[in-house]
């Protein structure tokens, strides 16, 4: 849970810091779909790096885990997917609620605030 508290934390600073950006690309004919989707994919690309990197770890760390814990398989594919799985609609979720605000924007009062 805290790793999507800082996905929403990264993500709703980038759509704060980025919303006159947002305001313009949309102004100049950019899709709201495709803004959403540009700052959602801010928050979810170090997810799927660091999902990969834990894999990669994970895979080398059980054959030292199975000799120190009773019961442990080596592969419990079962798991891995729960846990993958949890943490990728996590992310998802984190990443795309702030991204969702910007569909709130006027193009037009974004030009003129400064």
Do not use: W
Request: net charge positive; with cysteine.
């Amino acid at each position: 849970m805290p790793s999507g508290v800082g996905i929403f934390a990264l993500v709703a600073s980038s759509v704060a810091q980025r919303t006159r950006e947002i305001g313009i690309r949309i102004a100049l004919g950019s899709t709201m779909s495709r803004a959403i989707r540009h700052l959602a994919a801010i928050g979810i690309r170090p997810v799927v790096v660091g999902l990969l990197l834990g894999l990669a770890a994970c895979a080398g760390v059980l054959r030292i885990m199975r000799s120190v814990l009773y019961g442990v398989q080596i592969y419990d594919v079962a798991n891995l997917i729960a846990v993958v799985g949890m943490l990728t609609v996590i992310a998802v979720l984190a990443a795309t609620m702030p991204a969702l605000r910007i569909a709130g924007i006027d193009p037009a009062k974004t030009l003129r605030q400064e």
